[in-house]
């Protein structure tokens, strides 16, 4: 299960269903041609759109209508912001929008080189306009605003409107920080006191053009290829907003952050101007037992093995990226410029780097009524298909309930929230270490019957009082799982109003794969396709509803439109047949008595009376979009505005009274093992110990144990 990139999760079906093993032969007979520039490009529309018509729960038929959503969306896509293109030039790919289900099945990209030409074109003139306007001091006393939504701005008309576009939004960034800087120097700043407001004024337009100048060469860095993977992403969105195209750096990302694996230095990049920049050094990894590579070194030459160095000079992210990550046992050579401005060559021998920040973890959480109470973090049901060996959720899972067992714990609290999803197989077998064997989710293709995950395991991992917590980010995976134990009444869960609503499950394809000969062109990437629906055991659906919460707690988010219902062209809410299914071990009953007693401590609670109103303050803030450019009026906001958010911040910086976490005896020897683990571990209690949601559902708990002991006696 996975999703559309940039919302909450993304993933990988390892399951081999024998329609999808035959469909690989669709693919594989394309018409050879000489190669030209574009070949690349005709092979993977054509092979795109064959997977998604042959192979897509829902497939579209390509014709007009289909045409005029893809021009759409593309447009909306390509200048979302409306800051290149004007109304003209967004005219002259008018006469494409009903030829586009056409030149799809001719495999022709005029439109996308017409669209491209334009951006490019509007991109370098948009690099000389915000040049000439933040060459003169702006006018902060005048009476004007700014729409910040571009979706409520239509593209200005004319390069005239352009202009002025560019200039009040240079005007706004430049606002914002002159802003600050004026309340530094209100406070007596030592950097700020001696300097008038022209003088700040004047550093804040540098700071500005200095932000811009890093935005136009990342721009100019954006290659034609990566300009073309976002087209076909369109293309597959329009089918619903998970299918998609994946470069090959795209998916060896994807693989890495599912299986918490990857082979290279193990360090985090990212751009600075023209070279990249180390962010993090991953511990454990290469690079950081060598001791030589250091957070904020600049990368200015890339060299494999022995062979000669090459400049990364201009080169974007996902390049230097490639070049840089290899296989275990290779060496690649780092030429670097340190930060005392001296350069030097590092040798490193790549090796195995293991992410363990995503796995699973335990502690045990204790307070006054609700004592020795298990919890586990499980961040997304990850699971490393490429390896024999690799980490699995379920056996990390499984092994910390072992150990919370082996402590004797009174319940166990199991923390989804922001748990984007991952591996189905992962999730039903979790989910039966609570129950004995029977249904787990309903997995329904465009044809065929519904076809059952069954736990059939008759075991019980754990069969003591059981919650799941749970927020408006909790999606895929994490959904299946909250509904099982719902519908088997084995848990309560806690949280949001419903969780995100992605009740689909796609499977990727390797493109190198799928189509024969074309060697010339490869790697050409994988594509993932929504082949599946999931339905629950009571046979409701999970896609655009997400599953609803026993117990509901306030959230900053409950007055914002979040989740799935939220995506263009998602698929729809649908019902099949429920399942007969039933479960001896622990039956939650009525949770109505346990909502009762939380909505009451919840409601004398101060610091969810704030998160409420802090709710209802970030609904306006997100429907509010004018802002005015006289800096009295935005100092006057921003005043307002930091002060209840100071309010905020300082509930969630503030330690929960009485609620203890500690670690487990059998996990320390690990943990104290180096000082970066020392820390993040003291990070991670501490984080633990502010959190409302986890004292309240602690709460909960001990309600729940509570009533288990008075229906036995």
């Known amino acids: 299960m996975t999703h559309q990139k940039g919302l909450p999760m993304k993933f990988k079906n390892p399951v081999l269903f024998s329609f999808i093993i035959g469909a690989f032969a669709l693919f594989a007979f394309l018409p050879k041609a000489d190669v030209d520039p574009t070949q690349k490009e005709t092979v993977l529309l054509q092979t795109l759109i064959q997977g998604l018509e042959q192979l897509h729960y829902n497939p579209r038929t390509l014709d007009d209508s289909f045409s005029q959503d893809l021009f759409n969306l593309y447009i909306e896509r390509l200048d979302g912001a409306k800051r290149f293109l004007t109304q003209a030039e967004v005219d002259k790919l008018k006469p494409f929008e009903k030829q586009l289900d056409d030149q799809i099945k001719r495999t022709d990209v005029s439109f996308f080189n017409t669209s491209t030409d334009l951006l490019t074109n509007g991109i370098n003139r948009a690099e000389k306009i915000y040049k000439e306007i933040l060459e003169k001091p702006f006018d902060f006393k005048q009476n004007e605003s700014i729409e910040t939504d571009a979706e409520k701005r239509k593209f200005p008309a004319n390069e005239k409107e352009l202009k002025e576009v560019w200039r009040k939004m240079l005007k706004y960034e430049t606002m914002t920080r002159l802003a600050d800087k004026l309340d530094e120097k209100a406070k007596g700043t ?59 750096v795209e998916k060896q990302s994807f693989d890495i952050k599912f299986s918490g694996r990857l082979e290279g230095i193990g360090a985090t990049l990212q751009t600075d101007k023209e070279f990249t920049k180390i962010a993090e050094l991953v511990v454990g990894g290469p690079a950081w037992k060598q001791k030589e590579l250091k957070v904020g070194d600049l990368i200015m030459r890339v060299a494999q093995g022995d062979e000669e160095g090459i400049s990364i000079a201009g080169m974007n992210l996902n390049e230097v990226v490639a070049k840089i990550r290899g296989p275990k046992g290779t060496k690649v050579r780092l030429t670097v410029k340190s930060i005392d401005g001296t350069t030097k060559e590092i040798s490193i021998i790549r090796d195995e780097v293991i992410i363990d920040e995503g796995y699973a973890k335990s502690v045990i959480l204790n307070k006054e009524g609700a004592e020795n109470v298990g919890f586990i973090s499980l961040p997304r049901f990850y699971a490393d298909f490429n390896k024999r060996d690799g980490r699995q959720c379920f056996q990390d899972v499984a092994k910390e309930i072992e150990k919370l067992k082996a402590a004797n714990v009174n319940g166990i609290i199991i923390d989804l929230r922001n748990n984007g999803g991952g591996s189905l197989n992962d999730v039903v077998k979790m989910t039966g270490l609570f129950i004995e064997k029977g249904p787990i989710v309903q997995v329904k293709t465009r044809l065929g019957d519904a076809e059952v995950q069954q736990d059939y395991d008759s075991r019980v991992q754990y069969g003591g009082p059981l919650i799941i917590m749970v927020n408006n980010f909790s999606a895929s995976a994490s959904e299946i799982m909250a509904a099982a134990l719902q519908d088997y009444s084995r848990a309560v869960i806690v949280g949001s109003n419903h969780t995100f609503g992605k009740g689909t499950v796609q499977r ?70 429920k399942l007969n299914y039933s479960q001896n071990v622990y039956n939650i009953g009525n949770v109505s008595e346990l909502a009762a007693q939380s909505k009451e401590r919840v409601g004398s609670n101060e610091i969810f009376s704030k998160i409420a109103a802090n709710a209802k303050r970030l609904k ?83 309600d729940l144990i509570r009533k288990n002991l008075a229906s036995k006696n």
Do not use: C
Request: charged content about 35%; hydrophobic content about 30%; aromatic content about 10%.
């Open 620 to 702: 306006k803030q997100r429907d509010q979009s004018v802002y005015s450019l006289n800096i009295e009026e935005y100092q006057n906001l921003k005043k307002n505005i930091e002060k209840e958010s100071e309010q905020i911040k300082k509930l969630s910086e503030t330690e929960i009274p009485g609620l203890a976490v500690s670690n487990l005896n059998v996990d320390l020897q690990s943990i104290n093992s180096d000082s970066t683990k020392i820390n993040r571990n003291a990070e991670f209690l501490k984080d633990m110990k502010k959190d409302i949601y986890v004292d309240e559902t602690l709460n909960i708990m001990a």
């Open 508 to 577: 990727f394809f390797d493109l190198d794969n799928a189509v024969n000969g074309y060697d010339n062109l490869k790697p050409l990437g994988d594509v993932k396709i929504t082949l599946q629906k999931f339905y629950r055991i009571n046979g409701g659906s999970t896609q655009l509803r997400g599953v609803s919460s026993d117990i509901v707690l306030p959230d900053n988010f409950q007055d914002l439109k979040l989740g799935e219902k939220e995506s263009k062209y998602a698929m729809p809410w649908s019902q099949i047949d």
């Open 190 to 248: 030592a950097e700020y006191k001696d300097k008038s407001e022209a003088q700040l004024e004047d550093d804040a337009r540098k700071i500005v053009r200095e932000r811009f100048e890093t935005y136009f060469d990342q721009l100019k860095k954006l290659k034609r290829e990566e300009q073309f993977a976002d087209f076909l992403n369109t293309i597959a969105n329009l089918y619903d907003p998970h299918s998609e195209y994946y470069e090959p």
